[in-house]
């Protein structure tokens, strides 16, 4: 019984534990100094500013709350540029399952919020790779320094 309580404790402290933030798990995290709301209002506004389209926004605690569960804001943002993906998803149809990219905005149980991404890198080697496409090293830093860019414009 002592084990059982002690494995319930132990998922229960990982499962609320931050995200990762390490590049190697395909992940970075950047503080905001803004709420998730504002975070999340920036954000859009910088991928619009750059000529990019938000395809939708998905809000996790909208839905907990539609069930009468709590949730603290976890906001997850759909972008991309239709000029560079159609032409990938023309030669890999399933690539649209995983096109368009995003971002999760996210808040702590202190309150604070922060921005999750893709490394480009990530990118390459799940998403690109997994339909069979190339995403040259290249392609892979341009898109972290674009993408770092946008979430600068949101968090700073």
Known sequence: MVHRIATVVMLVVALSAPAASAPESGLVTRPSTHSAEETARRFVAAVQSAGWKVFAEISHDDAARSVGMTLRPRRVILFGNPAA???AMQRAATLALDLPMRVLVWEDDAGRAFLTRSTGKDIGERVFAR???????EVQQGFDRFVTGLVRAATE
Do not use: R
């Not at 339909?131 to 090293?137: C, D, N, S, T, V």
């Open 131 to 137: 339909h069979g496409l190339p995403y040259p090293a």
């Open 85 to 87: 993906g159609t032409p």
